[in-house]
């Protein structure tokens, strides 16, 4: 009996399998002191417990029987199953525009392994056709699979990867970039990216999905199409994420990667620009930018500028009340070289941090103000604590996100240590990550239970 | 039933999918109150099913059919009782416990055995009706019976499920669903094809039904129970009839199923006859936009002029007759194609399709006909179809004309029907495949211990039809038996009946005849507890109450159920009369009437019963005033 034979058994169950001589994909009849079934075996699941064995019946339904109830297992047959994601020949197109999909290891076009419930990654241009045909229509595709990574595994290695990566296909021609990313971590890769990748003369488009394709409901195929259209023919040329505007299947956001963050662990419509409107809603190949300005397509790809760096020895404190001065000691102990504080209301944290504060910076710690309310600016000079706070050497970043000024002060110190000159790139905007102006609508969170906006919900289906 | 077609010589199998809601606070998967049904919105979004790719890296029949109607499909969401969980906008929470000892219970009582882990499994539906695209469903018990005549009718499964949205409407591209009901949990019970004649489908749902009932622990009234009938004759196909509400249609739509397989075999029989194998069919399509503008029906002229519909046309050479074959009694084959046609083109008004064989004053007048038959070169023996509507619609509908055609080669198609009021049906969908149960990654398999197994099995209740003939043998009438046999609060009448104090035929009566009988009035008596039939039983036991009374005291512990019913009694003055009270209070009551002019002195004893009764209904038997009274002189 090999490991396959036994895949995913551990203990009584092993034991029990090996001693009735059964094995995974054995077609079996178990007796037990509830009475008899039969079925096939499945692998079992590496983070169940060790006490069922899992057979597949007839009727596709999966039960677990509990090894204390078996008395007997014979196999009466054996069906091994092999599974494939049918590749068909992406037919390309001299007329169509060249669109590179460089996968990270996100599940945007993936099948569901039917027996054991593993997801299959669905990626090659083939894969991809049998699963999305549609994108045929749009583009011709070519596809890396950079990575293959969870999104919470994603880090600033991945970054830099991808950002010589997106050069190298830019500089060999292609007509736009498509990022198949996970969407847990997708708005730090979308800020680490416009850093990166400065002056593309094409768009970079990061995509994933929020319900995995193998669901009939899924918005990947959607936001795949979308993505691949904004990538091909889209007017604006810079990192931009593009996943669902509403919870409906109605249109798709492209959102500048600096101002993008995911709101919601579960919704479709997860990613929201937050103080600014998005760049654009794309849907049905129908393009409509929403603000000004913006990168136009078609620069000259030799000012692009590549810059894959970043110090890893960077942090976000996230104040809470009472928060102890030994957080931020640690972090300078442990040789942090930045920290990130995303402060209460306007930028705060309370008076027993000064002095650890202090300490950090004179031992050459560069520190930042953001705002945990995400909306709206650092203004340290409102009240006593703000101008205290700066002068313990804390920099305000006005509206800059947390996350988005943590990677940014990675990357800046992956530069340079010089303190004015991170200072300089810090409160330097180089795409959005500090707007001079919140417009008027760039503060929307609606509340159910109002006329106007129940008026709203009933009648846009949004 | 219309003629001398027998089923059962056929070799007909019939199974049975009964799915009963159950009676828990919450919803299956999220914490949204179940049975509360609305008909307010607050909120509508709109979304597609795309097919998902199967195994074998096919997309299989359904989903493939339902992926061409491109139907937009709106969920209409109430705030009260959906959250984001059926919007398929957060994931599943763990399993209700609740419900799943209510499977457990019903698993049991159907005589299967028990999983000992649960895996919930997505079925996949891309009709729209449960937005995620599938429907988390799961095992709780396999492999078991119910008694039938002489035998057994084998339970195949017990599945706990989900259930889906209530469609509103479905016009066109557009499909709506109401969300209150999605996501209530239910059990689906699957029967083995063991039955063999259309009343023996009725008899054994109705023995499965009873038998659910008898736990109280399922969903009562309207919409609450759907039932799925499948048939299949010797040399047909399985065929599953859905959503049959009421079980007295089960005989009608088995029955003409049967009739209906049996004549699609006929036409299968003349088409091999006639013209070959499949492949010797000649379908010939043609646009017939040139000359749509001189077609002179109104429908079609009226969709061109309004619309500006596009008509095509498809002719099948060789194989006049075939389009007015019988299929369902009073049906001929040109429905199955225009059911088709509805179903999968969402060409829904009808009648969407006309053809050379319908010589009804609805069909082709003889000009259109030779119109036609010129632009279609039609011969004597070739029949043909023409269709009209949107120029994607039209196209759709005539290459599922000729798919339809194609599978008649085959006899009886898979697919799933939908049941109408008159016993007949109309096609629903492409019967799905195997392919579409897979498991769900975002649910942990659940174990259930053999203790909890076991706690249920002890407070089993008998089933139904043991329970009746215990009560018949008690003296109890046999239709009486049968409605306490399922009465929720049947064990009291038990406990009781155990104490042998009481006259079971009294115990019964009050509790379902007069019970019922003031339910109709509208008094809540279905609301009372087991306390508060405890105490009105024991009131009896203790003679503080006659028959006559009870039904004031029963209203009055339905209305007062905080209350004791025995102040009331004291308070009412219905305390019974026992002994020398009963008289003395009749003499006392004739005294003050014993001169009333009456036109007939013999009318005396009924008078004055109507005035003693008047005064102390309830409070002593009638017969034992009867008794008195008569015997009162003037
Ligand atoms: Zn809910």
Redesign the pocket.
């Known amino acids: 009996m090999t490991t396959e034979d036994l895949k995913g058994y551990r203990g009584a169950a092993k034991e029990l399998l090996l001693r009735e001589n059964a094995r995974v994909w054995g077609d079996v009849t178990i007796a037990t002191n509830q009475g008899e079934f039969k079925g096939l075996i499945l692998p079992r699941s590496e983070t169940a417990d060790d006490q069922h064995i899992v057979l597949k019946l007839s009727t596709g339904y999966n039960v677990g029987l509990h090894v204390s109830t078996i008395n007997k297992i014979e196999e009466i047959g054996y069906r091994k199953a092999h599974y494939k994601i049918p590749e068909k020949i992406f037919p390309p197109d001299p007329e169509k525009r060249n669109v590179t999909l460089l996968g990270t290891g996100g599940t945007i076009a993936s099948r569901l392994d039917y027996r054991t419930g593993a997801v299959i990654p669905a990626f090659s241009p083939g894969e991809l056709y049998g699963a999305v045909p549609e994108l045929v229509d749009i583009c011709n595709l070519k596809t890396y699979k950079l990575y293959g990574e969870f999104s919470e595994n994603i880090g600033p290695a991945h970054w830099m990867g991808m950002a010589q990566r997106i050069a190298e296909e830019i500089t060999a021609g292609a007509d736009g970039i498509v990022i198949g990313h996970g969407t847990d971590t997708m708005h730090h890769s979308a800020a680490a990216l416009t850093f990166m990748v400065q002056n593309t003369p094409v768009p970079v488009i990061i995509v994933g999905s929020q319900r995995s394709s193998d669901r009939p409901s899924s918005d990947a195929a959607l936001n795949l199409i979308n993505a691949c259209y904004a990538a091909a023919y889209g007017e604006i040329a810079e990192v931009l994420v593009c996943m669902f505007g509403p919870t409906s299947d109605q249109y798709d956001l492209l959102h500048r990667g600096t101002r993008v963050r995911k709101m919601h662990s579960s919704y479709r419509s997860t990613f929201r620009t937050i103080g600014e409107r998005p760049m654009a809603r794309i849907a049905k190949e129908e393009y409509i930018p929403m603000r000004t300005p913006y990168r136009k397509r078609g620069g000259d790809a030799s000012q692009m500028k590549i810059m894959p760096v970043f110090d890893e020895r960077v942090s976000i404190v996230y104040y809470y009340p009472n928060m102890k001065p030994d957080i931020i000691d640690s972090l300078v102990d442990n040789g942090y070289k930045g920290i990130i504080i995303a402060g209460t209301g306007l930028g705060h944290v309370n008076k027993p941090l000064y002095p650890s504060l202090k300490k950090a910076y004179e031992a050459g710690v560069h520190i930042y103000m953001t705002v945990q309310t995400l909306w709206g600016y650092v203004q340290m000079f409102v009240y006593d604590t703000g101008r205290d706070i700066m002068d313990l050497g804390v920099v305000p970043l006005d509206n800059m996100l947390p996350e988005v000024a943590y990677v940014k002060l990675g990357w800046t110190l992956g530069q340079t240590q010089d303190r004015d000159e991170v200072k300089k790139i810090m409160t330097t905007p180089i795409a959005d990550e500090i707007t001079a102006r919140e417009p008027i609508d760039g503060y929307l969170v609606m509340q159910g239970g109002l006329p106007e906006v129940d008026y709203y919900f009933k009648s846009y289906k949004r | 039933m219309n003629n001398n077609f027998d089923p059962a010589a056929h070799k007909m199998k019939s199974g049975l999918e009964v799915h009963h809601q159950i009676l828990t606070e919450g919803?299956l998967f999220?914490?949204?109150p179940a049975g509360l049904y609305t008909n307010k919105h607050d909120a509508e979004i709109l979304r597609h099913m795309r097919p998902t790719l199967s195994e074998l890296g096919e997309y299989d029949g359904t989903a493939l059919m339902e992926f061409k109607t491109k139907k937009e499909i709106i969920y209409l969401l109430d705030y009260d009782t959906?959250?984001t969980?059926?919007m398929d906008d957060t994931p599943p929470f763990p399993i209700n416990q609740e419900a799943v000892d209510i499977a457990i219970e019903i698993a049991l009582m159907l005589n299967c055995k028990i999983v000992s882990e649960i895996h919930i499994a997505r079925k996949q539906y891309l009709d729209g009706s449960i937005p995620a695209g599938f429907q988390r469903t799961t095992i709780i018990g396999v492999d078991g019976w119910v008694p039938y005549k002489d035998r057994k009718i084998h339970i195949v499964q017990l599945a706990l499920e989900e259930d889906a949205c209530r469609e509103i409407s479905d016009i066109g591209h557009v499909v709506t669903f109401k969300t209150d009901r999605l996501?209530m949990p239910l059990i689906e019970v699957v029967t083995a094809p063991e039955m063999v004649t259309p009343n023996e489908v009725a008899e054994v749902g109705r023995i499965i039904g009873r038998l659910l009932r008898s736990t109280g622990k399922v969903r009562r009234g309207l919409g609450s129970v759907r039932q799925d009938v499948n048939v299949s004759i010797e040399g047909g196909t399985r065929v599953e009839i859905k959503g049959v509400p009421r079980i007295p249609l089960f005989p009608a739509l088995v029955y003409n199923e049967a009739y209906r397989q049996h004549n699609l075999l006929k036409i299968k029989d003349f088409l091999t006859t006639t013209i070959g194998s499949i492949e010797d069919l000649k379908a010939d399509e043609f646009d017939l936009q040139a000359i749509a503008s001189k077609v002179s029906h109104r429908l079609i002229k009226k969709s061109i002029e309004k619309r500006d519909a596009k008509l095509r046309g498809v002719v099948f050479r060789n194989l006049k007759g075939l389009l007015r074959m019988t299929t369902q009694p009073g049906l001929t084959f040109a429905h199955e194609l225009s059911e088709r046609v509805r179903v999968i083109a969402c060409l829904d008004q009808l009648p969407n399709l006309l053809h050379t064989e319908d010589v009804s004053v609805a069909g082709l007048e003889p000009k259109d006909q030779q119109l036609l038959a010129k632009a279609m070169n039609l011969n004597k023996n070739d029949t043909a179809i023409i269709a009209w509507g949107s120029e994607q619609d039209v196209k759709t509908a005539i290459q599922e004309i000729i798919l339809r055609v194609q599978e008649a080669f085959g006899g009886v198609p898979n697919e799933t029907r939908q049941a109408k009021s008159n016993g007949l049906t109309d096609f629903e969908r492409i019967l799905p495949g195997a392919d579409r149960m897979y498991p769900d990654t975002d649910s942990p398999p659940t174990a259930i211990t053999l203790e909890r197994i076991e706690k249920i099995r002890a407070q089993l209740s008998r089933p139904p039809w043991e329970l009746e003939k215990k009560y018949t043998e008690l003296g109890i009438a046999k239709h009486q038996a049968e409605i306490l046999a399922l009465h929720p609060q049947r064990a009291v009448v038990e406990a009781v009946l155990a104490k042998n104090a009481i006259d079971p035929k009294l115990v019964v009566w009050t509790m379902i005849d007069l019970g019922k009988h003031l339910q109709r009035q509208e008094f809540p008596i279905q609301l009372l507890e087991a306390s508060h039939w405890e105490k009105v039983f024991a009131l009896i036991a203790e003679k503080k109450i006659y028959r006559e009374g009870l039904d004031l005291l029963l209203t009055f512990v339905a209305a007062h159920p905080e209350e004791d019913p025995e102040d009331y009694l004291a308070a009412q003055n219905i305390t019974p009369l026992l002994g020398d009270n009963l008289q003395k209070k009749i003499e006392k009551i004739a005294a003050p009437n014993r001169n009333l002019k009456l036109f007939d002195d013999s009318n005396w004893p009924k008078v004055l019963m109507g005035i003693v009764m008047g005064e102390i209904r309830g409070r002593a038997a009638g017969r034992d005033i009867w008794d008195i009274v008569k015997n009162q002189t003037r």
């Open positions: 919803k999220c914490r949204c959906v959250c969980y059926e996501s």
